[in-house]
């Protein structure tokens, strides 16, 4: 039992970092190459964090909720109270941006290649996009945080 609630922390703690880290270097990948304005620049970075999402967050977002349930059961702790469903509903929450955030990256990053292939500046919906998802990081990313200090402190209180 001891081998397989380690397994699953293991697995917990990785797909945290990698929601955190794949988060923030996204965020700063995409920033740097905006604040470039080369339309080349930005179309070959957000080809990369596109496949990043995918590949990565996308992944730990599936696997986040499974571990998280498999431990908590494990533990013996009521999933839909306290911390625990306050994680829950925080990750419903962060959700609820990044889904868009993965299309607008998708979008800004067609945008972008379009722009080269033409030899043209980047078009206003590609700027607008951009403030857009640049908006849509700070609650997600402040989510996040929280997530990981309930994760960690795991404070006693109850919704019912």
Do not use: C, N
């Not at 293991?10 to 988060?23: C, F, Q, R, S, Y």
């Not at 607008?104 to 080269?116: K, P, Y």
């Amino acid at each position: 039992m001891a081998g397989y609630y380690h397994f699953l922390l293991w697995l917990h703690v990785i797909g945290a970092t990698v929601l955190l880290g794949t988060g923030a270097g996204i965020a700063f990948f995409m920033l740097v190459a905006h604040l470039r304005k080369d339309p080349a620049v930005i179309a070959g970075v957000a080809s990369i964090v596109v496949l990043a999402d995918f590949v990565f967050t996308a992944t730990a977002v599936v696997a986040q909720p499974i571990t998280g349930v498999l431990l908590a059961r494990l533990l013996g702790y009521p999933i839909l109270d306290g911390w625990i469903a306050l994680s829950l509903m925080l990750y419903v929450f962060t959700g609820a941006f990044w889904l868009p955030v993965v299309w607008m990256q998708i979008r800004m990053r067609d945008l972008a290649v379009a722009a080269v292939r033409r030899g043209e500046p980047l078009p206003r919906a590609y700027h607008r996009l951009f403030w857009w998802w640049f908006a849509f990081g700070f609650p997600a990313f402040a989510a996040v945080l929280a997530i990981f200090w309930l994760m960690i402190a795991r404070p006693q209180f109850s919704f019912f």
